[in-house]
Structure formats: structure tokens, C-alpha cells
């Protein structure tokens, strides 16, 4: 498509400056008469088309020797060949006075061999400046190319590092279920076989998740019910759930894992570490600024060595900053006996 239309737009400019100039010269021509205006006129056309097929040929001869490729020109061919094409613009010129006007140029007395040098230095001249533009546009298409390809390589990249910090997390995440349903099966068989069936089933949301580059709220809540329901199975009463989301937030984008790696380390830091009963609460507003805030607290303290926890809140940092621009961030803090996790995005993000 993109070639498609640099040829077109390069045919248009062809038409445009040898049809500009053959105007220019009708236009400025001073005939005595209709039958020599009008030999005037097809001689000029003859020569401008000449001209349109001399630098057609110029611009083939530039592609195939590269001469504009390179960071150095190489001037004295592009000299020499632009000397050459304004001499047999010339030739061509008195061919056309000689068809169309029967050599009234060179017939006419006052003109010298000076006027005909100085008729190819107009020509040298005027393909001098031919040159000069399609050097100029060659050198932008290539500028835009360049800039195209490395816009195309930074998404790639991108896309790239997303998928893999999702895939960072995903084993994390399977690992700890697959923990929470061993430790049931000498307990409970039904609640182990139970809790296959949930992890299964979540497996198998977050590889159809992994396809894309968001998920709603409403879709990244229903994995973590699903996922609080297996640490339920494990815990019991140790785990206390609440979530509290407006309803008005749940279409909001996000990408996936980033709420259910925030929910797994306050199951594995809060919950795992307390004997009493340890609350999760997970709720969503729409703060005054327009930003959607999602909280994940847990009872207990901040681990101070835990480099699992540092790499989850790197992975969402990350990945956030990366698909849904600056404003995006994730902040964990603690506050009197509670571990708060807060991710902030844009409510209409990625």
C-alpha cells in the first residue's frame, strides 16, 4: 500500500512540475499569430515531454547505482550525469523548434553558440533542482520508514515484555493453588477433587486472559473470587474475605494478574503468618481526580525480606507503567496493622 502510493504521488509530481513548466512557457510566449502559437505550443510540449522521460530515466539510473543511498554522494557522477541530460535536453529543444516551428531557432540570426551554452546551463539547472527535490523526498520517506520500523519495534518490545512478566507471574500463581490443594488431599478428597476442578477452570480463563493485552475488572475479580475460594478450602476460617467494587467501575481495563498477584501476596504475608482470623478486603472507587483506585489490605505487617513479594509489585508496577501510560501506579504501604496495596489507572486505560 505504502508503495502504491509513493509511485502515485511521485507520478503526480512529475505531471505537476513538467505540466507547470510547460505552462509557464505558453503563458509567457508572444506570437504573432494563432498558426505560429500554435507550433509554439507543440514544440513546448514536445520538449517538456522530453524532459518528463529524461528525468524519469535519471531517477531509474539513481535507484539502480544508489548514488542517493549512501551518506556520501558521489558528486562527480551525479555532475556528469546531470551535465549529460541538460546537453540532450537541449538536442531534444532544437528537435522540437526544428519539427514543429521548421528551425526558426536556428534560423533566427541574433542567436549566438552562447545562447545555446546558456540554454544548457538553464537545463543543467533545472535538473540540478529535479534532483535536489526527489533527494529531499527520498531522504523524508526514508526518515518516515525509519521512524515507522522503529515505532513497529518498540510495540513489539512492548508486547514482548508484557508477555513476559505475565508469564513471570503465572507460574507463581499455579504453584501456590496447586500448594493449597495439596495440603487437602489426606484432609478432604471431595474439597481436594473440588478444588482441581476450580483451579482447572481458572487455568484455563488466565491462558485465554494471556491472548490479550487487557482484561476488565469484573473478569480479573471473578478469578480472584475463584482463587480466594481454593485458599477458602485451605483456610477456613483463618481467611476473612471482603469485597466491596463499585458497580460503575467494572469495565474497567486493566491487565490481567495485576489485582490476583496483589491477592496472593496478602494471602501468603497476611494470612499464612496469622493464627487468628486475617481479613482481605479488595474494594474499587472512582477517586475526585478520575482515577480508578483498586485496594487490596490485609491484617499483618510488611515482610521486610521478601523478594517474592518485591518481584509481584515490580511485575504490576511494570506492566501497568507499560499499558496504561504514566498516570498508572501501584503503591504498597503499611499502616497500623494493615498492609495496603493500591493500583491507580485511568478509568478508560489501555
Known amino acids: ?19 507547470g513548466m510547460a505552462a509557464i512557457g505558453l503563458l509567457s510566449s508572444s506570437q504573432s499569430n494563432s498558426e505560429e502559437a500554435l ?17 524519469h530515466l535519471w531517477r531509474w539510473q539513481l535507484k539502480r547505482r544508489s548514488w542517493l543511498a549512501g551518506s ?4 562527480g557522477l551525479l555532475l556528469a550525469g546531470l551535465a549529460l541530460l ?20 536556428v534560423r533566427d540570426p541574433s542567436v549566438s553558440a552562447a545562447d545555446y551554452a546558456m540554454l544548457v546551463v538553464l537545463w543543467f539547472l533545472a535538473f540540478a533542482a529535479w534532483t535536489l527535490c526527489y533527494a529531499v523526498a527520498l531522504t523524508r520517506r526514508r526518515a518516515r520508514n ?13 508486547d514482548a515484555e508484557l508477555r513476559a512478566l505475565q508469564f513471570q507471574v503465572n507460574p507463581h500463581f499455579f504453584f501456590n493453588s496447586l500448594n493449597s490443594i495439596r495440603s487437602l488431599v489426606h484432609e478432604d478428597a471431595q474439597a481436594a477433587s473440588h478444588a482441581l476442578g476450580q483451579l482447572a477452570g481458572m487455568m484455563r480463563q488466565r491462558l485465554q486472559a494471556g491472548q490479550a493485552d487487557t482484561i476488565t475488572l469484573a473478569e480479573e475479580l ?11 478450602l485451605r483456610f477456613d476460617e483463618r481467611l476473612v474475605v471482603a469485597i466491596d ?5 467494572v469495565d474497567t481495563p486493566l491487565p490481567p494478574m495485576v489485582v490476583q498477584t496483589l491477592v496472593e501476596n496478602a494471602v501468603k504475608h497476611g494470612v499464612e503468618r496469622m493464627v487468628a482470623p486475617c481479613q482481605v478486603r479488595i474494594s474499587a472507587r472512582l477517586g475526585d481526580d478520575g482515577l480508578v483506585r483498586v485496594e487490596v489490605r490485609n491484617q499483618g505487617r510488611l515482610a521486610a525480606n521478601s523478594s517474592s513479594t518485591r518481584l509481584g509489585l515490580a511485575n504490576a508496577v511494570r ?8 498516570q498508572a501506579a501501584c503503591v504498597l504501604e503499611e499502616e497500623e496493622g494493615w498492609v495496603r496495596a493500591t493500583v491507580t489507572l485511568p478509568q478508560g486505560a489501555a
Open 146 to 158: 525509519a521512524e515507522l520500523a522503529r515505532l513497529e519495534l518498540e510495540v513489539s518490545a512492548k
Open 319 to 326: 506492566r501497568l507503567a507499560l499499558q496504561c501510560g504514566p
Open 1 to 19: 500500500m505504502q508503495d502504491r502510493t509513493t509511485q502515485r504521488d511521485y507520478w503526480l509530481c512529475q505531471l505537476a512540475g513538467w505540466g
Open 86 to 105: 541538460a546537453v540532450a535536453q537541449t538536442g531534444f529543444l532544437l528537435l522540437a523548434d526544428l519539427l514543429f516551428r521548421g528551425g526558426a531557432l
Open 222 to 232: 471473578a478469578a480472584v473470587s475463584a482463587y480466594l475460594g481454593i485458599e477458602k
Open 72 to 75: 556520501i554522494l558521489p558528486f
Open 39 to 55: 507550433q509554439f505550443a507543440l514544440a513546448k510540449t514536445f520538449c517538456m515531454a522530453t524532459g518528463f522521460g529524461l528525468s
Open 245 to 249: 467494587v463499585d458497580p460503575d467501575l
